[in-house]
T-cell receptor, first 113, second 115 residues
Framework: AQSVTQLDSHVSVSEGTPVLLRCNYSSSYSPSLFWYVQHPNKGLQLLLKYTSAATLVKGINGFEAEFKKSETSFHLTKPSAHMSDAAEYFCVLTTGTASKLTFGTGTRLQVTL | NAGVTQTPKFQVLKTGQSMTLQCAQDMNHEYMSWYRQDPGMGLRLIHYSVGAGITDQGEVPNGYNVSRSTTEDFPLRLLSAAPSQTSVYFC??????????????FGPGTRLTVT
C-alpha cells in the first residue's frame, strides 16, 4: 500500500518570508511525486514533479522540492512568499500507471502582510 | 486548445434525482478519471478509463456510473443522488502507459449539492 502524509493542514507565513510545506510518503516501489496547487474555486495545477532524475526539482513560480529517500520526504519550499501563493497545496504519489495516484489531504497556505 | 472542460460548474439536486456531469478533453489523452474532493480528505478517485471502451472503478465508485465511447468524453452519471454525494467533482486526463511521469490535467470542477 502507498500513502502520503502532509504534516500541516494549515501554514501561515508573512509575505517575503520562506515557505515550507511538508510531505512524507510511504511506498513499496520507487515513487513519482508531484506537488499541485489549487487556488480558491479553481482546478488543480501542477507545480513540479519528481520522477527519479535529479532529487532537487524546480517548479513554477519559484517553488522547489527535494526528494529524500532516506527520510521518505518531498517537502515543498519557496524562498520568499508572495500574496498570490495563498492557496491549497497537495502532495501526490504514484508508483505505477496514471490510475494509481494517492493524494495527501492538503495544506492550506495563508500569506499575510 | 481548451484542455479539460467540465459542465456544469454548479448543480443542486434533490435526493433521488439523477444527472450526468460532463467532461471533455482535446489533448488526445488516453487516460481520464473522475475525483471527488471533500474537506480534509484530499481527492479520491471515483472511476477511471485508460481508453475508449475501457473503464474501471477507483476508490469510491458506489453510486456512480461512467462510460467512455470516445477518446474525448468521459461523463459521470449519478444514478440516484444522495446527500453524501455533495462534493466538488474534478475530471482529469493524462497520457497513459507504464511511464511514471505523466502529469494529470484537471478541469475546473463541478460543485454539486444534494438536498
Amino acid at each position: 500500500a502507498q500513502s502520503v502524509t502532509q504534516l500541516d493542514s494549515h501554514v501561515s507565513v508573512s509575505e517575503g518570508t520562506p515557505v515550507l510545506l511538508r510531505c512524507n510518503y510511504s511506498s513499496s516501489y520507487s515513487p513519482s511525486l508531484f506537488w499541485y496547487v489549487q487556488h480558491p474555486n479553481k482546478g488543480l495545477q501542477l507545480l513540479l514533479k519528481y520522477t527519479s532524475a535529479a532529487t532537487l526539482v524546480k517548479g513554477i513560480n519559484g517553488f522547489e522540492a527535494e526528494f529524500k529517500k532516506s527520510e521518505t520526504s518531498f517537502h515543498l519550499t519557496k524562498p520568499s512568499a508572495h500574496m498570490s501563493d495563498a492557496a491549497e497545496y497537495f502532495c501526490v504519489l504514484t508508483t505505477g500507471t496514471a490510475s494509481k495516484l494517492t493524494f495527501g489531504t492538503g495544506t492550506r497556505l495563508q500569506v499575510t502582510l | 486548445n481548451a484542455g479539460v472542460t467540465q459542465t456544469p460548474k454548479f448543480q443542486v439536486l434533490k435526493t433521488g434525482q439523477s444527472m450526468t456531469l460532463q467532461c471533455a478533453q482535446d489533448m488526445n489523452h488516453e487516460y481520464m478519471s473522475w475525483y471527488r474532493q471533500d474537506p480534509g480528505m484530499g481527492l479520491r478517485l471515483i472511476h477511471y478509463s485508460v481508453g475508449a471502451g475501457i473503464t474501471d472503478q477507483g476508490e469510491v465508485p458506489n453510486g456512480y456510473n461512467v462510460s467512455r465511447s470516445t477518446t474525448e468524453d468521459f461523463p459521470l452519471r449519478l444514478l440516484s443522488a444522495a446527500p453524501s454525494q455533495t462534493s466538488v467533482y474534478f475530471c482529469a486526463s493524462s497520457y497513459s502507459g507504464q511511464g511514471l511521469s505523466y502529469e494529470q490535467y484537471f478541469g475546473p470542477g463541478t460543485r454539486l449539492t444534494v438536498t
